[in-house]
Nanobody, 126 residues
């Protein structure tokens, strides 16, 4: 499975960006897609996840109400709509996939993900 993230950029605080992750290859077995982020000097952290079949999603506390993950089975994409961005959202954002479903009551850990794409930089200026 190959994952390609796009849509990052520079935005002022309070602005919006939409990230997109295009999945290709043997995606039949991929059950979960997620977004993670990593700021300089910090560990990679969970942002949001969505089940490929069905509706369950889960968003980290830090982004809930501002970010929204969605999927398009027809286009094989997973998007992350980010609104009301804050300087602390500045990070490299990574798309990831997993061959098993996820527990929609808790965040996914990085070790649970099977596939990773290259990141896309999001910079929020104050």
């Amino acid at each position: 499975v190959q994952l390609q993230a796009s849509g990052g950029g520079l935005v002022q605080a309070g602005g919006s960006l939409r990230l997109s992750c295009a999945a290709s290859g043997r995606t039949d077995s991929t059950q979960t897609f997620g977004w993670f982020r990593q700021a300089p000097g910090r560990e990679r952290e969970f942002v949001a996840a969505v089940r490929w079949r069905g509706s369950p999603t889960y968003h980290a506390d830090s982004v809930r109400g501002r970010f929204s993950i969605s999927r398009s089975n027809a286009r094989n994409t997973v998007d992350l709509q980010m609104n009301n961005l804050k300087p602390e959202d500045t990070a490299v954002y990574y798309c990831a996939g997993r061959d098993q479903t996820f527990d929609p009551t808790r965040p996914c850990s990085t070790s649970e993900m099977d596939y990773w794409g290259r990141g896309t930089q999001v910079t929020v200026s104050s």
